[in-house]
């Protein structure tokens, strides 16, 4: 991407290059999107795994009580849980990032319509 050229405010609030925000805003997402995915993955990887093992009759339900078959899905639950919290903060780092440019555009504007008055 190349860098567009602003007229110059005597604004020097800014210490960043504004592309490589953007490229870090946009890795945040893709590293959330990353982090999903691969806990969805481990997820139905360890139910795939349960499945056989019911299906083969490693486990019986009859000798389980019924708490314990109530836990079940709870472990499957808690096991997706990290991915679904990473992925939200990624989505909203990267939101965050593309707020501050946005404020930090602003303040440009403002300053240079102030500045031209």
Same mark, same amino acid.
């Given at each position: 991407?190349?860098?567009? &050229? ?7 609030? =800014? ?12 890795? $945040?997402?893709?590293? /959330?999107?990353? *982090?999903?995915?691969?806990? #969805?993955?481990? =997820?139905?990887? $360890?139910?795939? +795994?349960?499945? =056989?093992? #019911? ?27 990290? /991915?679904? #919290?990473? *992925? ?6 990267? +939101? ?5 440019? !946005?404020?930090? !555009? &602003?303040?440009?504007?403002? $300053?240079? =319509? +102030?500045?031209?008055?």
């Amino acid at each position: 991407m190349k860098m567009r &050229n602003y007229n110059k405010t005597g604004f020097l609030g =800014t210490y960043f290059d504004r592309d490589a925000v953007i490229k870090l805003a946009r890795l $945040a997402g893709i590293l /959330g999107w990353v *982090f999903l995915g691969f806990y #969805v993955y481990m =997820t139905l990887i $360890a139910v795939v +795994q349960y499945m =056989t093992f #019911v299906l083969s009759g490693a486990i019986a339900f009859e000798t389980m009580p019924f708490i314990d078959r109530l836990s079940i899905p709870n472990s499957f639950i808690q096991q997706l849980i990290p /991915g679904v #919290v990473y *992925f939200i903060l990624m989505r909203a780092v990267e +939101q965050i990032l593309l707020i501050f440019l !946005d404020v930090e !555009d &602003n303040s440009r504007r403002a $300053a240079r =319509t +102030q500045s031209g008055n």
